[in-house]
């Protein structure tokens, strides 16, 4: 009786071995192919990949050095997990304050520094009420007549966020959405196959390098204002609408 016991003791163990291998291997496949339809949109592209993770793909566009990963999301409440998707254009901003825009914000945000800024703005004419503005210094952060003609972004409902610092650029959207009836039954963040759709990625390249390159053609003035770029051009704050 006692040598049955060890048996299927064994047995299980060699099961649930199995089970998890083929897990495994499965969660691979399905998030080794995020970019797969984005090969050629990047120069100098190089994918670093690491086991049971999505993989990060860096490479230039337009002349700029960019980060693009994913963030898997489970911390928010009563909401099913997400993916993140952030492009990160990388550039000498001469703003010296962040700028963070979050729609929608929760305060769970770990995969943005927005919790962290110590200044929350008021929301200026014209941008959406979805959206919510922090920065670190506000007589030195980017003035809302730049920022505002790229606000329109936001049109589009899976936009989660912009943040401008003086390295650069990056938006966030939500690339996936976990099954309802994996997470809600096992509280497993179930996603399958996610591939990131070439136009949808060029979009936000292209928004996110437009933005810092308008940013880099203005000059900071005393009073917190730019000189030069779009500002100088007649935008202002309650002139552009998202």
Avoid at 145 to 163: N, S, T
Wanted: net charge neutral; with cysteine.
């Amino acid at each position: 009786m006692r040598l049955e016991i060890v048996a299927w003791v064994v047995l299980a163990i060699v099961v649930l071995a199995w089970i998890y291998r083929r897990d495994k291997r499965r969660v691979d496949a399905e998030r080794k192919v995020l970019f797969d339809d984005a090969r050629g949109l990047l120069a100098d592209a190089e994918i670093e990949r690491c086991p049971r993770e999505y993989p990060k793909l860096r490479g230039r566009y337009r002349g700029h050095d960019v980060t693009i990963d994913a963030v898997i999301d489970t911390i928010a409440v009563r909401k099913l997990p997400s993916v993140w998707l952030r492009v990160t254009v990388m550039a000498e901003i001469p703003f010296a304050g962040a700028c963070d825009v979050m729609a929608r914000a929760h305060n769970v945000e770990f995969y943005s520094p927005f919790g962290d800024l110590d200044h929350g703005i008021a929301l200026p004419a014209g941008w959406p009420d979805h959206l919510s503005v922090k920065t670190d210094d506000p007589e030195r952060m980017p003035p809302a007549a730049l920022l505002g003609p790229h606000i329109a972004i936001f049109q589009d409902e899976r936009m989660k966020e912009l943040l401008v610092t003086p390295k650069g650029v990056r938006l966030v959207r939500q690339a996936a959405q976990g099954a309802r009836a994996e997470y809600m039954v096992l509280r497993q963040a179930a996603f399958g196959p996610v591939v990131i759709p070439r136009a949808q990625l060029q979009t936000m390249l292209e928004a996110a390098s437009t933005l810092a390159e308008a940013l880099q053609a203005a000059r900071p003035t005393a009073d917190g204002g730019a000189a030069g770029g779009e500002a100088a051009a007649g935008g202002t704050a309650d002139g552009v609408a998202a």
